[in-house]
Antibody, heavy 124, light 107 residues
Framework: QVQLVESGGGVVQPGRSLRLSCGAS????????IHWVRQTPGKGLEWVAL????????YYADSVKGRFTISRDNSKNTLSLQMSNLRPEDTAVYYC?????????????????WGQGTLVTVSS | ILLTQSPGTLSLSPGERASLSCRAS???????LAWYQQKPGQAPRLLMY???SRAPGIPDRFSGSGSGTDFTLTISGLEPEDFAVYYC?????????FGQGTKLEIK
């Protein structure tokens, strides 16, 4: 069955960096685009970033553009989110979520499978 | 696109019918609207896409309707496991956006 497992969350001071990972199994990882979506009690669900199935197309929310970098290693079935210059408002549960379309490179879809999430807390 | 869900909280009893609303600030392209269910401590689960298509494995008591700016998720005959928070999401425009959620609670 499709499985996505996030890791790497924790407590980090403002201005510091953190790297999240998402391991995938149960499907042809290299054929699907993958998103990061975050959730906070205050702002709810917020789409963060998307990387196309082959890594050729990448999109970011304005709130993270220039600070976060999404990448993938299709040989290892893993997705990463490098977060830099973190702010308190980046505090959230971060989910990786699959785009349902085969070999998609466009930003314009829903999310058919989600990981269980990893909590990032930005605080001094 | 801003998505506004109503009501914020809906209190109903098992067996009753629930109607959850999602209103968009502008017309959603090609009814590119999805619904998710989230239970405490869990990730969201896809229920509907394309406004009215059920995701695999979703019971037929869940149905979606609407177009343009007004969309509805209907749950006919509430089961105990249906009490949760429900979110709508549009994917016709960048950035992808979610509604703030409707909490469906047991009366």
């Amino acid at each position: 069955q499709v499985q996505l497992v996030e890791s790497g969350g924790g407590v980090v001071q403002p201005g510091r960096s953190l790297r999240l990972s998402c391991g995938a199994s149960g499907f042809s990882f290299s054929k699907y685009a993958i998103h990061w979506v975050r959730q906070t009690p205050g702002k709810g669900l917020e789409w963060v970033a998307l990387i196309s199935y082959d890594g050729s197309n990448i999109y970011y929310a304005d709130s993270v553009k220039g600070r976060f970098t999404i990448s993938r290693d299709n040989s290892k079935n893993t997705l990463s989110l490098q977060m830099s210059n973190l702010r308190p408002e980046d505090t959230a549960v971060y989910y990786c979520a699959r785009d349902p379309l085969w070999e998609s490179y466009r930003l314009g879809s829903y999310f058919d499978y989600w990981g269980q999430g990893t909590l990032v807390t930005v605080s001094s | 696109i801003l998505l506004t869900q109503s009501p914020g909280t809906l209190s109903l009893s098992p067996g009753e019918r629930a109607s959850l609303s999602c209103r968009a600030s502008q017309s959603v392209t090609k009814s590119y609207l999805a619904w998710y269910q989230q239970k405490p401590g869990q990730a969201p689960r896809l229920l509907m896409y394309g406004a009215s298509s059920r995701a695999p494995g979703i019971p037929d008591r869940f149905s979606g309707s609407g177009s343009g700016t007004d969309f509805t998720l209907t749950i006919s005959g509430l089961e105990p496991e249906d009490f949760a928070v429900y979110y709508c999401q549009q994917y016709g425009y960048s950035p992808l956006t979610f509604g703030q959620g409707t909490k469906l609670e047991i009366k």
